[in-house]
């Protein structure tokens, strides 16, 4: 595993695509719930992508890649008040690292799940290396604004 103290938006400003955990709840208006940590970091920087999200959501697609962003979003979730389940964020991550190794791109990742999801990063650290053991990837340790609003 490549974990680094990098905040996660300038490891994306290199080239790198960014995954971001979220949650696999709409508004009344249809768009995702990108309330907070990274994914309301992620809605204000790129407009929009919670009405991308929420449309993707209700196909029944709950990860959905930005390729125009460089975005990953990765449900830890079901509800925004709910811990991350484990086994989500183990489905996240193949379906993250399928299409990755299948572009051929690199990642900067989360600790999925950890942050507002309360998951303990000795267990999903393993999963995370498992799924992304085909694909160039780091871990980005919180750092500086790394869950803040975007700069």
């Known amino acids: 595993m490549n974990e680094q103290a990098v905040d996660i938006w300038e490891a994306w400003a290199t080239g790198r695509w960014a995954v971001i955990p979220t949650n696999c709840q709409t508004r009344p208006d249809g768009r995702a719930v990108m309330g907070a940590g990274l994914a309301k970091a992620a809605a204000a920087r790129f407009s929009g992508i919670d009405r991308s999200y929420g449309r993707a959501l209700a196909r029944g697609e709950v990860n959905l890649a930005l390729p125009a962003h460089r975005l990953l979003l990765a449900p830890t979730k079901d509800h925004w008040s709910d811990p991350s389940s484990l086994d989500l964020v183990a489905s996240s991550c193949h379906a993250v690292a399928a299409y990755a190794f299948r572009r051929n791109v690199s990642l900067v990742v989360p600790k999925l799940g950890c942050g507002l999801g309360g998951l303990d990063w000795a267990d999903v650290g ?26």
């Open 126 to 151: 393993p999963v995370v290396d498992d799924a992304f053991a085909c694909v160039d990837y780091v871990i980005a340790a919180p750092v500086g604004t790394a869950h803040g609003p975007p700069t």
